[in-house]
């Protein structure tokens, strides 16, 4: 079951990074950063579980950084000083 959870974690990952190469995706929309929130959180999870020390490393930051990233989205633009 977990290999199951790493691919599809994978793969909304490698489907948000596609769908932005295509044009299909802007890489500041939901969507986009939802992929990635899910799929990273999702694989960081599982490297956590399984004491895969370099892959949560890689998964935790990518999952910090979209969720950060999303954040700022619905934020909005910020008023300059």
């Given at each position: ?6 691919v599809?974690?994978a793969l909304l990952?490698?489907a ?23 799929g ?8 956590w579980?399984e ?6 490393l890689?998964?935790?930051?990518w999952a910090l950084?979209s969720?950060?990233a999303?954040?700022t989205?619905?934020?909005?633009p910020?008023?300059s000083?």
């Amino acid at each position: 079951m977990a290999q199951g959870a790493q691919v599809v974690g994978a793969l909304l990952i490698l489907a948000a990074y596609a769908l932005a190469q295509f044009g299909v995706l802007n890489q500041r929309s939901y969507w986009y950063i939802g992929l990635n929130l899910v799929g990273a959180t999702a694989l960081a999870i599982l490297a956590w579980h399984e004491e895969q020390w370099g892959f949560l490393l890689l998964e935790g930051v990518w999952a910090l950084v979209s969720a950060v990233a999303l954040v700022t989205r619905v934020r909005g633009p910020q008023p300059s000083s």
